[in-house]
């Protein structure tokens, strides 16, 4: 078995975002003996990953078969799109509305709260990218952000680090965004690289690289070749390949055929207990049973960045689906930073912060800009 393979390299700059750091997790990571190993990180200290922290028990993806998938349709059913709009367009807002208002109040009318508790200190930002920079739609390979969104995520940019964190394929999401000063997280973290040297669309010459479920690309790839075969009879379903993890979707599948779908994926995924299955917005998500989220991604890039332990940073995540959660959770343990729920309807999250659609995470993230842009004339 081979040894725990780590390159660290420091490219420091004047700037924050100036750093090349490559990280690799070989077999012996996840599986062998070895427990832990302390990378330098830019800026001294170091960066340790730990095999018990990126170990995580194989999840039972069974759970007595029909049982599980008739919670899942159940659950499907509650959270679809045409449900929620359908109860938002007839009905008068709610005292469970108005609390949870209350309790998650928007981050655009309470923006001045938010900048205030950000003076003199770091802001780094955190961007999901389906239902946050682009609108959920039914055919993925066409969910195209604005032009006008994309300059103000270039500007954004411009003040602060700034990563899209999405469980897409980086390669897909960063021929979507075509903006190259900025780090980018795929596969729900799993694939990591940093701003090239050169501020242009341009794909390579990236910095940061963390991979920690290499190890699972084979795997991966046959599971999606066999899900391809397996839902083809289902009109409307789609599998997608985001490298690291899978993602099969139903936006366009018949509710009727939701159970069906699901218990093909079921029967699947009953092969390879080293993959589980995970929810979220009209789509199932296969990903391998490691202790890697956007949570974690989140943990890594301040590392990386120089500000594991620092006190005078402020992340901002700003995200609207269940797999965001893992990231606004790291965010309330830290008792730092904002987390920023995009979502028009109540949710049980762990933001504190709520914005109803990518419209108004444009506006937000433009008065960020402006925000910044006053600030540094005053000074």
């Known amino acids: 078995m081979t040894n725990q393979n780590v390159v660290v390299a420091s490219d420091r700059k004047s700037s924050n975002i100036g750093l090349k750091i490559t990280v690799t997790l070989t077999n012996s990571t996840l599986f062998s003996g070895a427990d832990s190993k302390a990378l330098p990180a830019p800026g001294g200290g170091f960066i340790t990953i730990s095999r018990k922290n990126i170990l995580r028990k194989p999840t039972d993806t069974t759970d007595q078969g029909g049982n599980k998938i008739n919670a899942w349709v159940n659950s499907l059913r509650a959270s679809s799109p045409t449900r929620l709009k359908s109860s938002i367009a007839f009905s008068p807002q709610t005292e469970e509305q108005t609390s949870w208002i209350a309790r998650h109040p928007s981050a655009l009318s309470k923006f001045e709260e938010i900048v205030n508790a950000s003076k003199g200190k770091k802001i780094v930002m955190f961007l999901d990218y389906d239902g946050t920079l682009a609108p959920i739609v039914e055919d993925p390979d066409r969910a195209f952000m604005t032009n006008e969104m994309r300059e103000a995520v270039r500007d954004v940019a411009r003040y602060f680090p700034t990563a899209i964190v999405t469980g897409r394929c980086r390669d897909k999401v960063f021929s979507f965004v075509k903006l190259a000063g900025l780090y980018y997280a795929g596969s729900h973290g799993m694939d990591i690289e940093g ?16 991979q920690p479920a290499s190890e699972f690309l084979p795997m991966i790839n046959e599971v999606y070749q066999t899900l391809l075969e397996k839902t083809k ?14 993602s099969v979707h139903f936006r ?12 093909q994926v079921r029967v699947v995924l009953d092969k390879y207990p080293k993959l589980t299955l995970t929810q979220g917005r009209m789509v199932l998500e296969i990903r391998p049973t490691i202790k890697w989220d956007k949570g974690k991604a989140l943990e890594f890039l301040l590392e990386a960045l120089g500000y594991a ?5 402020v992340p901002v995540y700003i995200g609207d689906d269940r797999t965001d959660e893992d990231a606004f959770k790291v965010l309330r343990n830290r008792g730092q930073g904002f987390g920023i729920l995009v979502s028009k309807t109540p949710k049980e999250t762990h933001a504190s912060y709520s914005l109803q659609e990518p419209s108004e995470v444009k ?12 600030s540094l004339r005053q000074v």
């Open 195 to 210: 701003p090239s040297k050169k501020r242009r669309y341009k794909k390579g010459n990236h910095g940061v690289l963390c």
């Open 233 to 246: 009879s289902i009109p409307g379903a789609k599998v997608e390949n985001n490298k690291f993890c899978l």
């Open 252 to 263: 366009c599948v018949d509710e009727n055929s939701w159970g069906t779908l699901a218990e």
């Open 309 to 313: 332990n620092s006190k005078d940073v």
């Open 363 to 374: 506006d937000f993230l433009r008065r960020l800009v402006q925000w910044k842009r006053l």
